[in-house]
C-alpha cells in the first residue's frame, strides 16, 4: 500500500552554500550491507577509530542522544548510503529521523569513493566479526 512521507527541502530562495554545519553537532550515518548501521559525531578520524556499528533498532537511542546533547541549532544528521546498503535501509533512515523529530539533514546521493571505501572496510570488519 503506497505511502507518503514529508521531506524538509532547502528554500530555493536560499543559498545553500552558505549554509554552514557545526562539526559537533554533526552525526553521520554509513548505510551498510546486511543492515548494519555505522554512525560518527563530528570529523571522521583517519584510522575509522571513532566509527561505531549499530542496527536499525539501536540507532534510535543514538539519535535521541545526540538531540539531547546538542543544541538545536547546531544539529545535523548526514546519511551516506553504501553501495551495499538498501532502498529499504534509506526509507528506514528517513522514517526513524521522522519517528525522532531531526528536521536538518541531507542524504547524500553519491557518496564519495574514499567514504564508500571505508563503509566497505568497515562491513568487512563486521563480517570477520560475526555481525
Known amino acids: 500500500q503506497p505511502t507518503a512521507m514529508h521531506l524538509n527541502m532547502p528554500d530555493d530562495n536560499k543559498n545553500t552554500n552558505d549554509q554552514k554545519v557545526k562539526e559537533s553537532g554533526s552525526l553521520t550515518i554509513w548505510l551498510g550491507k546486511n543492515n548494519v548501521i555505522y554512525y560518527y559525531d563530528g570529523i571522521l578520524k583517519p584510522d575509522l577509530s571513532n566509527v561505531v556499528p549499530t542496527n536499525f533498532k539501536d ?16 544539529l545535523f544528521m548526514i546519511v551516506m548510503p553504501g553501495n551495499q546498503s538498501t532502498y529499504r535501509n534509506i526509507i528506514d533512515i528517513l522514517d526513524e529521523f521522522s519517528i525522532d ?16 571505501a571505508d563503509i566497505e572496510k568497515m562491513d568487512a570488519a563486521a563480517a570477520s566479526a560475526g555481525k
Do not use: F, G, S
Open 101 to 116: 523529530a531531526v528536521d536538518r539533514y541531507a542524504l547524500v546521493n553519491k557518496v564519495d569513493p574514499q567514504y564508500e
Open 59 to 74: 540507532i534510535r537511542k543514538v539519535i535521541l542522544n545526540k538531540k539531547a546533547t546538542t543544541d538545536t541549532a547546531d
